[in-house]
C-alpha cells in the first residue's frame, strides 16, 4: 500500500479542495488579489523608487508576519482552534493565516521582473535616469546568470526529505504528535532548504531586471523569510525537543558547510531527494 503524501495529508484537512466551483473561486480570488499588488508596485515604482522600495518591505514583513505569529503562539491557537472547529480546524487556520499571505509574497517574489530597463522584453516601468536602476550587466551574463540562479533556487525549493503541502500548511502546529522532525534528503545539509532556495529565485529575478533596485527587492524578500527562523527554531524545539537540538548543532540553518557543498549540489539535482 502507498504511503500518502503530503499533498494528500494536506487535501484531507481542507474538504473545501474537494469541490471544484470553490477551488476555482478560491484560487481566482488568490489570483486577483496579487494581480492588485503587483499593479500598485507597478504604479509606486513608476513614481517614486523609494517609496518601492519601502512598499516591498511592508509586503514582504506583513506577508510573513502570520507565519511568525502561528510558530510562536503554537499552543494557544491549537487549543483554541481545535475546541472551536474540530475537524475543519487546519482548513480555518489556512483561511485565517495563509489565504492571503499567498498572494502578498508571490507578489513581492515576482515584483523585480517589473523592474526590468532593457533587452529581451521591453521595460514594464519608465524610470527616471538614476544609478539604482542602471544597467548592470551586458545582456549576454545577465540572462543566462538569470536563469541559473532561478532555476537552482526553484530545484532547491522542491519538496524533499519528507516535507510537503502538509508541513507548509503549518498543519502539524495542530497535530504535533502526527508529525516528524525532518532531517532526510537535503535537510541533512541545511535546516531550511526552501528559504535558501526561495533567495536564489528572489535575487535571479533581480538579476533578470539587471538593476541594483531589482537586486535589492530580491534581498528584502529573502531578509524577510530568513527573519522567520527564529521563531521556527523556538516552536520546533518545544515540539521535538532535544532531538531538534541535536540536529540544530549537526546542520546549518541555511548554508552547507564548507566541506559539505558537493554532496548538498549531488542532493540537489539527483531524482531521489531522500
Not at 516591498?56 to 491557537?77: A, D, E, K, W
Not at 521595460?123 to 551586458?138: A, E, I, Y
Request: proline share 5%; glycine share 6%; charged share 15%.
Amino acid at each position: 500500500m502507498n504511503e500518502k503524501t503530503g499533498e494528500d495529508i494536506f487535501l484531507e484537512h481542507m474538504p473545501i479542495l474537494s469541490v471544484w466551483y470553490k477551488v476555482i473561486i478560491l484560487y481566482s480570488a488568490q489570483f486577483l488579489f496579487f494581480l492588485l499588488i503587483m499593479a500598485i508596485f507597478w504604479w509606486t515604482s513608476s513614481n517614486n523608487i523609494y517609496y518601492a522600495m519601502f512598499l516591498q518591505i511592508i509586503v514582504s514583513f506583513i506577508g510573513t508576519m502570520p507565519y511568525r505569529m502561528l510558530t510562536l503562539r503554537s499552543y494557544n491557537i491549537r487549543v483554541k482552534y481545535l475546541k472551536k472547529y474540530d475537524k475543519l480546524a487546519a482548513q480555518k487556520l489556512w483561511f485565517h493565516y495563509q489565504s492571503y499571505t499567498n498572494p502578498l509574497l508571490s507578489s513581492s517574489l515576482y515584483v523585480p521582473i517589473l523592474l526590468k530597463t532593457d533587452y529581451f522584453l521591453p521595460s514594464f516601468v519608465s524610470f527616471q535616469p538614476h544609478f539604482l536602476t542602471d544597467s548592470l550587466f551586458p545582456i549576454y551574463v545577465a540572462l543566462p546568470l538569470s536563469i541559473i540562479l532561478i532555476v537552482f533556487g526553484f530545484i532547491i525549493r522542491k519538496p524533499s526529505g519528507g516535507f510537503g503541502a502538509d508541513v507548509e500548511s503549518y498543519l502539524y502546529l495542530l497535530y504535533p504528535k502526527k508529525g516528524k522532525l525532518i532531517t532526510e534528503g537535503v535537510y541533512s545539509y541545511v535546516r531550511n532548504p526552501r528559504y535558501l532556495g526561495r533567495g536564489f529565485v528572489a535575487i535571479g529575478f533581480g538579476v533578470f531586471a539587471n538593476n541594483i533596485l531589482a537586486i535589492i527587492f530580491g534581498l528584502i524578500h529573502s531578509l524577510a523569510f530568513c527573519s522567520l527562523i527564529p521563531s521556527e527554531n523556538k516552536e520546533l524545539g518545544k515540539r521535538f525537543g532535544n532531538d531538534f537540538k541535536d540536529y540544530k548543532k549537526k546542520v546549518p540553518a541555511l548554508f552547507p558547510r564548507f566541506g559539505n557543498w558537493i554532496n548538498f549540489l549531488k542532493m540537489v539535482f539527483s531524482k531521489d531527494k531522500t
